[in-house]
């Protein structure tokens, strides 16, 4: 079955009651996952999933004013961040976090089965984002809903050389209140303190929010716990094809320069907690390798 962006040619991928094809409010085409007490949503523009609920309770956090907006970003959910995380490295100019957040992909299949619902996007370099970056390649995001959220976000060098490669799976967790949260996992590990000129510091104890937070974990940061004491609930992240993860809450002053939290307080219903090749966690891939990085979240009560 080809690639679908045609509201019709989407319809045809639709699993009725497991991946039903929808309107989103925010514009553009979602698609709803079901899996027994769980439902996701993926919206087409930037293969991003908007949000993962539980018996209807959201469990990532979502800008109120997101918007679909083609060439930009949608503040929340897990924005995918390729084929560089932040700033380019040689380019300020160039947007943050890359480009393929900012566009529709195609759909390229769906699947259920007993126990999960899933649905791929596709989408590939063009010529015009040559000028963005000079190599040719092909991504899939794979999104697969049972009881837990599975996120496999996979690179194909479809170039004659190697490109350098740095990305993250940017996700936003709605918590009841920052000032009830911790991050556990990290403990003893070096992270690059974005706020502080990129130091090397160590993690001592588990990771905790009262003012701006933006670091990147270096070295094995594959099983991470988010718990938000405030709701009595942990996330449990499992990340694979990394070794690098991000922390960041942007607290008042970002918040307010971000312009699109939806509200000054928004900050302390949120945490970023990002599986990614990030820092010194940069993948060579050759030409006709693939890379896969991955995640997978499980609510534990
Ligand atoms: O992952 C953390 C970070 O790099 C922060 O520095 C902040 O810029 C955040 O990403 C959001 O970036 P965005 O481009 O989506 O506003």
Known sequence: MTNATHPDALATHAIPGRVDIEQSPLGGPVARL?????????????????????????????????RIRDGK???????????WFADHPTDP???????????????????????????????ATTEADRQLW?????????????????????????????????????TYFRVGDIGDVSVSGLEGRTYLDKLDGFARKTQSGAITVTAEVDRIYLGDTSSITLHDHGS?????????GSRSA???????????????????EAF?????????????????????????????YRLAA
């Open 246 to 264: 991000v922390v960041w809450n942007p607290w008042t002053a970002k918040t307010a320069r971000l312009g699109d939290m939806g509200s000054p």
């Open 93 to 123: 100019t160039k947007p943050a976090h890359g480009f393929v957040r900012h566009r529709a992909w195609s759909l390229a299949g769906t699947r259920a089965t007993a126990d999960s619902a899933s649905i791929s996007l596709a989408t």
């Open 134 to 170: 000079p190599h040719q390649a092909e991504v899939r995001v794979t999104v697969t809903l049972g009881e837990t959220l599975a996120v496999a976000l996979e690179t194909r060098n479809t170039d004659a050389s190697p490109f350098p490669l740095t990305q993250a799976l940017h």
């Open 73 to 83: 970003g949608i503040r929340g959910g897990i924005p995918v961040c390729w084929p």
């Open 268 to 296: 302390r219903q949120m945490i970023c907690v990002e599986t990614a090749n990030a820092g010194d966690d940069i993948v060579t891939l050759g030409p006709g390798q693939t890379h896969t990085l991955g995640v997978t």
């Open 34 to 66: 079901t899996s027994g007490r769980f439902q996701a949503l993926v919206v087409l523009h930037g293969a991003q999933v908007l949000n993962w609920t539980c018996d209807g309770r959201g469990l990532l956090w979502l800008s109120p004013i997101a």
């Open 232 to 240: 009595d609930r942990r996330i449990l992240i499992e990340g694979t």
